[in-house]
């Protein structure tokens, strides 16, 4: 417990450090929604098609800004690899580092979201369930963007490579996403999307730490 604080203490002190780094998901989130209605019309029930996609693909394009410099600070400077030789695991160090990235990124966009659901035409009577399907795609995206992230971390142009690799395995999390949101804005509970989702993300939170691990290893070897 005393590493996981201190852990999580760090990531979160250079993330406000670098709280610039931070608003730019936040930025392109609002952008998306405040631009597409204006690029197609603003008309309500045309938008209220497109949003379960608008809202959810913005969500994952949000997430992954940023992700490409989760890992790479670290191992320019030799701390990764300090962290590898240390006792605490380094996949439960890699998972501390995706939930803090999560903290800062993908819980604002979730709190953000009833903000854009204005222009995007979504009843505010379905927000509850979005924002709820929201907590675990969020967190999926996060997890999948960090194993990307720790495959291409020694990589020159991973910038360019890393929503090669994770926009294919994010496809789960979007139609799930998207079908929930469009069962919540129809006026039913969406609970096998939200079942769906909430699984997706377990997953990821038990698999991703070894894939992360193994990719760091390699790369530090």
Do not use: C
Request: hydrophobic share 60%; charged share 10%; proline share 9%.
């Amino acid at each position: 417990m005393k590493a996981t604080r201190a852990l999580l203490r760090r990531d979160l002190l250079l993330a406000w450090r670098r709280v610039g780094d931070a608003l730019n998901p936040l930025m392109f989130f609002t952008m998306v929604a405040l631009v597409f209605p204006l690029a197609v019309t603003p008309e309500a029930a045309f938008m209220q098609k497109l949003a379960p996609g608008i809202l959810w693909v913005a969500a994952l394009l949000a997430s992954l800004i940023g992700l490409g410099g989760l890992f790479t600070p670290d191992y320019l400077d030799g701390t990764l690899e300090q962290q590898a030789l240390s006792p605490v695991p380094l996949g439960y160090i890699a998972l501390l580092r995706v939930l803090s990235h999560w903290m800062v990124t993908g819980l604002p966009l979730v709190i953000l979201t009833p903000v854009i659901a204005v222009p995007l035409g979504i009843p505010g009577q379905s927000l509850p369930a979005i924002l709820l399907l929201l907590l675990p795609g969020t967190l999926a995206f996060s997890l999948l963007g960090a194993i990307g992230a720790a495959l291409t971390v020694s990589l020159r142009s991973h910038g360019l490579l890393l929503p090669v690799l994770v926009l294919p395995l994010a496809v789960p999390v979007l139609i799930f996403g998207a079908r929930g949101t469009l069962l919540a804005m129809g006026g039913d509970w969406p609970t096998g999307p939200l079942y769906m989702l909430a699984f997706l993300a377990a997953l990821g939170a038990s698999l991703g730490p070894l894939a992360m691990a193994g990719a760091l290893r390699i790369s530090l070897d």
